[in-house]
């Protein structure tokens, strides 16, 4: 079962910041936390991922709460083509590596 | 750099009947999950090859069955196909290094059974 919980849907406004939270209370301290997006009709794409630290690439920035229970994926500048499934995953450093996908945030981009 | 290719793009069967998809990984990638995602749902795992083994597996019965070649390339069979097995079948491949590597995921293969 996913060990995650994120809010059904939301919506952005182009060009404005899209924060999507995501919940991992019963994370351990050897899982990762990654997200990914899947645009309609497509397999999902990896976004970012983290273990304890605040990463930033050139997709996204991911914040991850001191206590590892909650996390927030920052799409600084929202498009269109952002509209998408966005799924906050939590994984093992060892052994277990498959990927345990739940519901996911639907977010719709608004023009 | 090819990332991960899937075949067929779509596919309808009959109830009954077996159904084999193929995947070939991202180049410098050895393993491949294999994933079925009904309409409006999350991505479900069937399983995963390692070396040519199947490494894990999810909840799915018997009748799911995969393979994986000497060249990493992976197949997904399905036999006495159900109305319930209508889903996009995706592939993902990544490094068997260890899971600080993200998976690459195909477009997947629509299946639709009638």
């Known amino acids: 079962d996913a060990k995650t919980t994120q809010p059904p849907s939301m919506d952005c406004a182009e060009g404005r910041a899209a924060n999507l939270p995501c919940n991992h209370s019963?994370?351990?301290?050897?899982?990762?936390v990654y997200w990914y997006r899947q645009i309609h009709s497509q397999g999902p794409q990896y976004i970012i991922h983290?273990?304890?630290n605040n990463e930033t690439n050139e997709m996204a920035s991911l914040i991850i709460t001191e206590d590892r229970k909650s996390s927030t994926l920052i799409l600084p500048h929202a498009t269109l083509r952002d509209t998408a499934v966005y799924y906050c995953i939590v994984r093992n450093v060892v052994g277990d590596d498959k990927i345990i996908f739940g519901k996911g945030t639907r977010l719709h981009i608004l023009p | 750099d090819a990332g991960v290719t899937q075949s067929p793009t779509h596919l309808i069967k009959t109830r009954g009947q077996q159904v084999t998809l193929r995947c070939s990984p991202k180049s410098g990638h050895d393993t491949v999950s294999w994933y079925q995602q009904a309409l409006g749902q999350g991505p479900q795992f069937i399983f995963q090859y390692y070396e040519e083994e199947e490494r894990q597996r999810g909840n799915f019965p018997d009748r799911f069955s995969g393979h994986q070649f000497p060249n990493y390339s992976s197949e997904l069979n399905v036999n006495a196909l159900l109305l319930g097995d209508s889903a996009l079948y995706l592939c993902a491949s990544s490094f068997g290094g260890g899971p600080l590597y993200g998976y690459t995921f195909g477009s997947g293969t629509r299946l639709t059974v009638v």
């Open positions: 019963t994370i351990s301290g050897n899982e990762y």
């Open positions: 983290g273990l304890k």
